[in-house]
């Protein structure tokens, strides 16, 4: 089957520096994508990762290890509007977006 | 703003009444996407678009659910006879459709409420 395992629910501190982890199952492999949605909005795309690696976007970067079914996306100096859910969503074999339920992460002052 | 829109924002609706919803896609996107989202969870793919064929329904989809998109641009989501387990948030997704990676960008959502 398919399957997405994210943390539920994180909090982390203003200026800080967190880590949103993400494991996956899937059919086949096509990339993965992360997406933030705040509280009643649409998800909005932040990034896409199909190699291995690092991929850096300001301040937020997304990893992947194939080999391993992980990403991880990484958020520095942490601003209140940070807080938000935020999605892993890998590409399986009929590139279809397989969706987990997502991290929510609180940022306090 | 030529991103996607979604109308209506809000539906309240009873039990056992048809609703529908429209979705504009981003100008010249190919593809276009229904998902259902509930809260706490992530979307819920429903079904798909390239152009005006839909190519993907998913299986968890009753018979109760159609959408259209005649013309390749915009296309609409009907649910008859609803339930109160339709309520939840139903979001569109648009892509250009240029290969077979590409990234889904998203309307603001139709937050349905059956009574």
């Known amino acids: 089957g398919q399957n997405i395992d994210q943390p539920t629910e994180m909090t982390a501190t203003e200026g800080a520096i967190v880590q949103i982890n993400c494991t996956y199952q899937t059919s086949g492999f096509n990339g993965l994508f992360w997406y933030q949605q705040h509280a009643g909005e649409a998800p909005t795309f932040l990034s896409y990762?199909?190699l291995d690696g690092l991929e850096e976007k300001g301040r937020f970067s997304s990893f992947l290890s194939r080999s391993k079914g992980y990403s991880y996306l990484l958020l520095k100096e942490l601003q209140m509007k940070d807080s938000a859910s935020y999605l892993c969503a890998p590409l399986d074999s009929n590139y279809q977006l397989i969706w987990g339920a997502g991290t929510k992460l609180i940022i306090k002052p | 703003d030529t991103g996607v829109s979604q109308d209506p924002r809000h539906k309240i609706t009873k039990r056992g009444q048809n609703v529908t919803f429209r979705c504009d896609p981003i100008?010249?996107?190919?593809?276009l996407y229904w998902y259902r989202q509930t809260l706490g969870q992530g979307p819920e793919f429903l079904t798909y678009f390239q152009n005006e064929a839909q190519l993907e329904k998913s299986r968890l989809l009753s018979d109760r659910f159609s959408a259209e998109r005649p013309k390749g641009s915009f296309s609409t989501l009907e649910i008859q006879r609803t339930e109160q387990g339709d309520s939840a948030m139903y979001l569109c997704a648009s892509s250009p459709g240029t290969g077979d990676v590409d990234t889904q960008y998203f309307g603001p959502g139709t937050r349905l409420t059956v009574l």
């Open positions: 100008s010249e996107h190919n593809r």
């Open positions: 990762n199909v």
